[in-house]
């Protein structure tokens, strides 16, 4: 089975501090993608990436930026954590493009104080 | 960005009752997915849809693909406890690589 994982299942950080969500996935899929999960919302892609070192802006990067230097992970990053950025952050990853679903890792639900 | 209108946003059953969702949308889909997420996990996907009008189960578990390609419909049979948890439909635009999710449906179960 695929497995994704992220290293923080909770955190907690400061108004403007600098986060880095880190998430690893073990079965050579070319694509990786960060969601956000909020009650009420659903989930809201905020970046994926189809391949090593690429990166587009899913439906809500304002204030986030991701890094993919080797294809197996995939980085969030929080420039200056807020504190409406508190939110439950999903990473998933996929063989295709998206036709037989992703694999989500098990969230690391972050609060910034 | 584009979202599915899924409901009820929340339902509360007896044990044994049986349980219907679904998701609307403006947009059509070449693939509908159904997850469900345990308290504290990432979603799991449960089912996955390829053609519209398929009709198709995982144990007590059916989904549908609607025909006009907009719609999707999950129903789970003789709910149980472990049926609790948050039920998200998904779509697939195509070869985007972009899943669009539903707000998501939370169950509970009455023992």
């Known amino acids: 089975d695929v497995k994704v994982t992220q290293s923080s299942r909770y955190l907690v950080k400061r108004t403007g501090e600098k986060v880095f969500l880190e998430c690893v996935q073990d079965m050579d899929h070319e694509n990786m993608f960060w969601y956000r999960q909020d009650p009420g919302l659903g989930l809201r892609l905020i970046y994926f990436s189809y391949d090593v070192k690429m990166k587009e802006k899913g439906d809500i990067p304002e204030g986030y930026s991701v890094s993919r230097e080797k294809k197996e992970r995939f980085s969030l990053i929080l420039e200056s954590a807020s504190t409406n950025q508190t939110s439950m952050y999903l990473c998933a990853s996929a063989l295709d493009r998206g036709y037989n679903g992703y694999t989500f890792g098990s969230g690391t639900r972050l609060t910034v104080v | 960005g584009q979202q599915l209108n899924q409901s009820p946003q929340s339902m509360f059953i007896q044990e044994g009752e049986d349980v219907s969702m679904n998701c609307t949308s403006s947009?059509?889909?070449?693939?509908w997915l159904w997850y469900k997420q345990d308290p504290g996990e990432g979603p799991v996907l449960l089912i996955a849809?390829?053609?519209?009008?398929e009709l198709t189960s995982n144990g007590r578990l059916t989904a549908q693909f609607g025909i006009t390609r907009k719609d999707s419909f999950l129903n789970i049979s003789a709910s149980i406890p472990s049926d609790v948890g948050i039920y998200f439909c998904a779509g697939s635009l195509g070869n985007t690589g972009k899943l669009i999710f539903g707000q998501g449906t939370t169950l509970q179960v009455k023992p």
């Open positions: 849809l390829y053609k519209a009008g």
């Open positions: 947009s059509i889909f070449n693939t």
